[in-house]
């Protein structure tokens, strides 16, 4: 099983990118998927997350009204939509799977599937 994150990159302040997250090896259409992100030098913390469905959702505070997560089932991949980006978005952003409520996600102890990260950026 391998989850692969990918679509990070450099942008400036004020600025949109899009990450996924294709997962191979399994299908993850029943489990509930996250996002979470560790910036250098910092814990890592919780950004958002989908239920199987994506019909409910659950975001950071940090990130309410800027990034959107979304999920395509039958390509067993999740995206994160970043929009306004700020200078304190930058980090690794990692993809998560698990079978919990979406708001349970940010609870990150235990979770059973990580992808690898992808690089964000954004420049002042």
């Known amino acids: 099983v391998q989850l692969q994150a990918s679509g990070g990159g450099l942008v400036q302040a004020g600025g949109s990118l899009r990450v996924s997250c294709e997962a191979s090896?399994?299908?993850?259409?029943?489990?509930?998927w996250g996002w979470f992100r560790q910036a250098q030098g910092k814990e890592r913390e919780f950004v958002a997350a989908?239920?199987?469905?994506?019909?409910?959702?659950y975001y950071a505070d940090s990130v309410k009204g800027r990034f959107t997560i979304s999920r395509d089932n039958t390509k067993n991949t999740v995206y994160l939509q970043m929009n306004n980006l700020k200078p304190e978005d930058t980090a690794v952003y990692y993809c998560?799977?698990?079978?919990?409520?979406?708001?349970?996600?940010?609870?990150?102890?235990?979770?059973?599937?990580w992808g690898k990260g992808t690089q964000v950026t954004v420049s002042s």
């Open positions: 998560a799977a698990d079978f919990r409520l979406p708001e349970y996600m940010r609870l990150s102890n235990g979770i059973n599937y």
């Open positions: 989908i239920s199987w469905n994506g019909g409910s959702t």
């Open positions: 090896g399994r299908t993850f259409s029943s489990y509930t």
